[in-house]
């Protein structure tokens, strides 16, 4: 599969969790998981993807590739702000929304795959959700550091809908 970016899609899917899912969980990355699931279930319901990005196999669980140039983006164009903190030997990125979502971009699959991502997994620690995206096809099949297959995606279980 090749990238192919929706760059509208993927700055307004991250002012979405920014917006909406935006709590003392919400570091870069949950917001990397976020997109994996919004991405890789769309996949498995659709046959393609909501951002265009490819993922990566890290140690945290799947990373989507341009995800850092699409917050850089965000913060150069007034749209997000993030801020870095300490937190047990290691660092943590806020966000805080600046605008808010285009929901526009989005038809209405997309809109109610937003919000049931948002409800299911926003209260979850970073720590439970990259364990539960290591539990899955998709990463658990992908070797350290390749792309991750989303022909793997009709293996996620999760059904978030509005």
């Not at 990355?29 to 994996?36: A, M, Q, R, S």
């Not at 669980?61 to 047990?88: F, H, Q, R, S, Y």
């Not at 792309?147 to 009709?154: G, I, Q, R």
Request: charged share 30%; proline share 3%.
């Amino acid at each position: 599969m090749s990238k192919e970016l929706d760059k509208k899609k993927y700055e307004n899917s991250v002012l979405y969790f920014v917006e909406h899912c935006n709590n003392n969980y919400l570091g870069a990355t949950k917001l990397n998981k976020l997109l994996y699931y919004l991405d890789f279930i769309s996949y498995r319901d659709r046959g393609k993807t909501i951002t265009g990005d490819l993922y990566i196999h890290k140690d945290f669980g799947p990373v989507p590739d341009t995800v850092d140039e699409i917050i850089a983006e965000l913060k150069d164009n007034k749209k997000i702000e993030t801020t870095t903190t300490e937190c047990k030997g290691s660092f943590k990125v806020k966000f805080k929304a600046i605008q808010k979502t285009d929901i526009s971009f989005f038809d209405n699959y997309e809109q109610k795959l937003l919000k049931g991502i948002c409800r299911e997994f926003a209260l979850w620690s970073t720590a439970k959700i990259v364990s539960q995206t290591h539990l899955e096809a998709p990463w658990f099949y992908s070797k350290p550091y390749d792309f991750v297959d989303f022909n793997y995606s009709k293996d996620i279980e999760f059904m978030p809908t509005s």
